[in-house]
């Protein structure tokens, strides 16, 4: 029996005893963070699961906590991340100017999370919203940039007061602040609003079109160990917030027959397209690696938003596996580039090359990553993909499949590239013999969420089953699942067997490998190059603008946003210039000004009105 | 148990058509060129050649590419359809399983290729990823249609439903057959789209360093992906096959057909390939979608 | 000069059963490496093109050595040439074989007194077939080419176990011609 109430004082305390612990010894306070993240990830899953977590609150005033099976598949995809990624803070926290409020705001944003996906309560729901967002801000600065924490921390209260709006609008129309009767009595044009509302706050935390300038300022400049938590776990609120008011709240604008959508689930579809698109296209672009990935985050995002819309029980089992296969898989790719940056001391792709000789298992887990995040069978990325492709194709949407097939083979595209760059290819002179493997304390993270990835994708009847209850919980028929096969109208899935085929030929063509005669091995540096000799391997190790030809196409085009943005910024800077110029002043003509004015008003005051 | 076997039968099969039909091809591109072409299992004879020889290997991801690529493109064919009820797992050949597991292969075959340190390799990996992103929406959006008029994404019902109810889709929907088409020579790799191999421009491409049994194994796999690739547009537009006789000679005729056409175009640069396939292939297949889906125009 | 290690090959080994059945798909599917060093390079072509068309022998031109069975040297040798040559004989896949085009290569042909030219290649790589003549007519090159085939058969194109068992002896003669190869790091200085 765990009631979340002591949960979150715990986390609290727990939080306060890792900066004190931090300042008598610096790696004090990273185990602290390790054991106490453990701990209540493992009281969350394991009661949450069997239905023993209790909601009552006696200690905290003016705190309500309620069950829902959205908030505690969230809280534990989440929680598993943060205790996973933990792991690696002992290894980072001599870098940093005070590692003990490091410590310590992670766990207060264990705090944020386990509020926000708990509570019945709307007011709540907002405070600790904000109290997570002000907590990862700090986590942010860290990092190698300070722009980059204020751009997240202004987009994100961005959404904080959309979100702010739609709970007083809501509250307006029920009367109250709990969560479940607000959604349901909002109708009308109110309910317009409040979707809208709804739409705002989420994409500013997803990071979507157009929302989405901040996501590779911060995903980039973040510190390496908090990227993964940063791509993995806090844009999945954004999809929290995009469930409660694409799912629950009941819209009703202009139906478009051709397709069975309201018009404004199709808009969010179309921006869901766009990001996409956009993320994908960007991330081809890209030199570092974690900006690549932060570009990869937008577009998954994008394919999280495009499932849920489309409002069936597949797009919404779509979306939901969606968000436990990527956020493993960016995690993992996240921590397998953290381990080279700390290696190394880089993350760019074109100072690096070759790691794979003396960094294999870090290659294995990010191989298992991207093979997820592409959409490949036989891990977990494959199962939702198609689930959500299927989705697309039932409702017939031709524009938005266009930009969520370009999307599957984009990620193909943009996810091989560090692969080639960063792990094969020439091996430089100036890593050579002097990089090592992580250390075995790093591997554990990694090599958990590999094994989790291949099971996600193998045997996807355990988290389908439970999001099934979400399914069912929302108002949508649940999907068939028996004895490891999908049965979907339009076709059946059995992951199982398609991994046991892989496993087949990989057994036969191991066996037509070995009966062949040996082959010998031979440097790196001992390859075609028309006969001629080389001795710089900088020379042939191609890194830099990978992708030039498709890049050439559309180079012209990609500042639009940026621009766009600067353009507010500049003309809300012209405005309260004008402001200031009229009404902040000590220029004389000014004051004349105001004084004719008002004895005008005085004195024609009753005729002209 | 016994499927798996089936299924292993049904590669090995695709792998011995494919290379005759192959061989047979390049007596046919001979004969275009006004010469004698080599004997029709000139391929065998070149494939098992590469299996006597000893080469070089560049450390273990090289093998372990080449292993992966094969064994992914195996498991790919013993899903495919031979006739409409010759199937080793009848029930989940669903279409998406092909399209992705062919790309567990190129995957293979890219790590493998670049882990062998030579820049023309990921050069040429570089364009094969890049003609892949052209050629393949155009396909889905057709695909996407076939899916959404028979109500079924398993091949062997698509071509049920093509016997039955439907023309065969190359008729009922005439774009989507001829943007199918361009798409399969797209797949394929043949010219003009034959920028991933490019022998002059870039020394072959991806397989700069392999020799002995790594390119005796990647031969294998691009002849069982050539066969899959085929009998998957065989079974989307042509309507399947009923029996054997009818599955090889359908075959040997979209195969030629393509070989035909490829043996007298050239070869196009890599971002001539992704403005063609994103322009007029891309139009045809969104009107075909949108008057069949939304119109209901089906021949 | 920067040498590829390899592994020796007994004559023992030749001997097998098996390798006859390998001889028989090596001879009917050669790959000649498209290196075309020197002025005899311009008789290969019309052995591509239809009238003597080369391709229903089995044989076809590859890009690169470690694809290829065949490396022809077409024509003389310069000593700039014959480094890059040993580099690429010494790179292909084994067993491969080695043709001599022309006369250059047999006596040094026109160029028998020239100071930048070598007169035999035999001292320095193994050659399986000389075709003789300057330039030989494209049907002297596919006798040739038959010639290699036959070779093949009788187990008696041998020239790449030679280069192992006598491999000092060849490698004394290229240092000799060509001299020790100094690559130094031009762009790190």
Known sequence: MASIELLILFTLFAGILAFFASMIRDILGPVVTILASLFIFISIAYFGYNGELDMSTSIIPFVTFGFSYAGLFFAIIVTFIYSMVSFYNPFFAKKYKSPSVYSMFYLFNLVGIIGVFFTSNFLVLFFFFEFLVWTSFFLISFGKSRKAAISYFGFSSVGGFALLYAIFIMHNAAGTFDINTGLAVVSGTDAILVFILFMISAFSKLGAFPLHIWLPFAHGNAPHHFSPVLSGALVKLGAFVGVMGLLRVSVNTYQIDAIGLDLAHYIIAILGALTIVFGTLMAIRQDDAKKLLAYSSMSHGGYILVALTLGTSLGIAGGLYHVVAHGFSSAAAFLAIAAVSKQTGTTKMSELGGMIHKMPVTYIVYLIAIISMAGIPPMGGFVSKWLIFQAVIDQGLIFVAIAVFFGSIGSFLYVFRPLAALFLGQELPRYKGKIKEAPYFMMLPMVIFSVLIIYTGVFPEFFLDFINNIVVEVGAAPITLSNGVIYILNGTLYPSLIAAAFAVGVVIALIIFLVFPKSRKVDLMDTYTSAEFIYTEELLHYSNNFYAPLERLYEKYINIMENFYIGVSKKVNQLGRVFRYYFFTNKPEITVFWIIILMMALLLGGDLL | ?299 | ?189
């Open chain 2, 1 to 299: 148990m016994l499927n798996i076997l089936a299924g292993i039968g049904i590669a090995f099969f695709g792998f011995v058509l494919q290379t005759s039909v192959a061989g047979f091809n390049r007596k046919v591109t001979g004969r275009i060129q006004k010469r004698y072409g080599p004997v029709w299992y000139q391929e065998f004879r070149d494939i098992f050649k590469l299996f006597t020889k000893r080469s070089v290997t560049h450390g273990w991801i090289f093998d372990f590419g080449v292993i992966m690529a094969v064994g992914g493109i195996i498991g790919t064919a013993m899903f495919v359809p031979l006739t409409t009820h010759t199937l080793a797992f009848a029930g989940y050949d669903n279409f998406f399983i092909y399209v992705y597991l062919i790309a567990v292969g190129m995957l293979g075959m890219a790590m493998s290729a670049s882990g062998s340190g030579n820049p023309l390799a990921s050069i040429g990996v570089m364009r094969a990823l890049t003609t892949m992103l052209a050629y393949e929406v155009p396909f889905m959006i057709i695909a996407l249609t076939i899916i959404n008029l028979t109500g079924t994404s398993s091949l062997t019902e698509i071509a049920l439903a093509q016997q039955g109810q439907f023309n065969w889709f190359a008729i009922a929907l005439p774009l989507g057959g001829i943007v199918g088409f361009m798409s399969l020579m797209g797949m394929l790799g043949k010219k003009p789209f034959e920028t991933y191999i490019a022998p002059a421009e870039i020394a072959s491409g991806p397989m700069v360093e392999y020799g002995g049994k790594q390119l005796g194994m990647l031969l294998v796999m691009h002849e069982i992906t050539v066969f899959i690739e085929v009998t998957l547009f065989m079974f989307l537009f042509l309507g399947g096959a009923g029996s054997i006789i009818v599955f090889l000679i359908k075959y040997v005729l979209i195969y030629t057909f393509a070989n035909m056409i490829s043996s007298v175009n050239g070869r196009m640069k890599i971002d001539q390939v992704v403005l063609f396939f994103y322009k007029w292939p891309l139009i045809m297949a969104v009107t075909q979608a949108i008057i069949a889906i939304y119109i209901g125009w089906v021949i």
């Open chain 3, 1 to 189: 000069m920067k040498s590829t290690k390899f592994t020796k090959f007994t004559e023992k080994e030749a001997d097998a059963k098996w390798w006859e059945i390998g001889n028989y798909f090596r001879r009917n599917s050669i790959w000649m490496l498209m290196y075309c060093t020197g002025c005899g390079a311009i008789e290969l072509p019309p052995a591509m093109t239809s009238a003597y068309d080369m391709e229903r022998l089995g044989m076809g031109p590859m890009a690169t050595p470690r694809q290829a069975d065949v490396l022809l040297v077409t024509g003389y040798l310069s000593v700039k040439t014959l480094r890059r040559i040993i580099y690429t004989y010494e790179q292909m896949s084994e067993p491969k074989y080695v043709v001599g085009f022309g006369s250059c290569t047999i006596n040094g042909g026109v160029y028998f007194d020239s100071y930048a030219v070598i007169n035999r290649l035999d001292y320095y790589i193994p050659v399986d077939v000389y075709v003789a003549g300057c330039m030989p007519n494209t049907e002297a090159i596919l006798n040739g080419f038959v010639d290699l085939m036959g070779m093949m058969k009788n187990k008696t194109a041998n020239g790449w176990v030679k280069y192992h068992e006598n491999y000092e002896w060849y490698k004394a003669n290229q240092i000799q011609a060509v001299g020790e190869v100094h690559v130094h790091d031009e762009f790190h200085e």
